[in-house]
């Protein structure tokens, strides 16, 4: 093998692992409740949508979660499930090219959107300079949100929920009481999913030192916790303009997966691993279900 080709695929490896601290799994996360809201609200298909889905699909993750990455290093190396779809154990040489990838590509598609978006709805720029902090406050150091329990919780779900009120902002959309209650069960959805995710890594976390939802509480209350979080949305739901009460019924997959680890010891709390698989794949099938009501939904306004 020459030279070359091996310096080839040394760069395809390199990048192949940059790619793959973003999440591409977790892409449609932050990218579809943008556009979701966007399109809901205006009707149209425009630069800004196009421009705003493509910065929250990839740039918008890959600092999210790659930053996390960069800074979580020392207790990844003890988290048998990072490496893979579930978070890339990057090589120290990496982290300078993982932060300044997002940072690059994230920048023309920020400029871009702000652009577009004018100055006619000055709200939009607070809800993402908000979005933005959160995205940073989580991981970096003097910050590390993720490290105080609760708040780790809450920061996350604002990863999540931010890039839909910015799409409902920015497309100049009306607040009602049935679309807050909306938002909200949106809110406690992301809590209650960070809050399960944490569980898995009780012990590498706490092996590290670092502080979450679920080392302080425990892993069991914790999952209680999400369970409880995931039932508010569930009657938050309820309250929301038909077909959105329809939505309430969504919550019973991540009820399911949840349940059988109410219990879990902490020194056992690995195990919940499989209930966060089953929640990964239960998050593409909740959203095919919800996207089906909010086309529903545009189709009887």
Not at 267 to 276: K, L, M, Q, T
Request: charged share 10%.
């Amino acid at each position: 093998m020459s030279a070359a080709s091996t310096h080839g695929d040394g760069l395809r490896h390199r990048a192949g692992q940059v790619l793959l601290s973003s999440r591409p799994v977790s892409w449609i996360n932050t990218a579809f409740p943008f556009a979701a809201a966007y399109v809901l609200t205006t009707g149209e298909v425009d630069a800004l949508l196009i421009v705003g889905t493509l910065f929250f699909l990839i740039p918008y993750n890959l600092l999210m979660y790659g930053i996390n990455d960069v800074f979580d290093y020392e207790s990844d190396l003890r988290n048998p499930r990072k490496g893979g779809a579930e978070g890339a154990l990057l090589d120290p040489s990496l982290h300078r090219a993982v932060v300044w990838t997002g940072v690059l590509t994230a920048a023309p598609l920020l400029v871009t959107m702000l652009w577009l978006a004018g100055a006619g709805e000055p709200w939009s720029w607070l809800v993402l300079a908000v979005s933005l902090f959160a995205v940073f406050a989580y991981s970096v150091p003097g910050l590390r949100f993720k490290e105080r329990p609760l708040l780790d919780s809450i920061t996350s779900s604002t990863h999540f929920v931010s890039p839909a009120v910015y799409g409902l902002v920015v497309a100049g959309a009306e607040p009602t009481w049935p679309l807050v209650a909306l938002l909200a069960a949106f809110f406690f959805w992301g809590m209650a999913s960070h809050a399960f995710g944490a569980v898995q890594d009780v012990v590498p976390d706490r092996e590290a030192g670092i502080a979450s939802v679920a080392t302080a509480f425990g892993a069991a209350a914790t999952v209680r916790l999400a369970l409880g979080l995931w039932a508010a949305a569930g009657v938050l739901m309820l309250v929301t303009q038909w077909p959105g009460p329809l939505a309430a019924l969504l919550v019973l997959p991540y009820l399911w997966a949840a349940w059988p680890y109410r219990s879990v010891t902490d020194a056992a709390s690995g195990e919940s691993n499989r209930g966060w698989r089953h929640f990964i794949l239960i998050n593409y099938l909740v959203g095919f279900a919800v996207t089906m009501l909010m086309i529903w939904w545009a189709m009887i306004r």
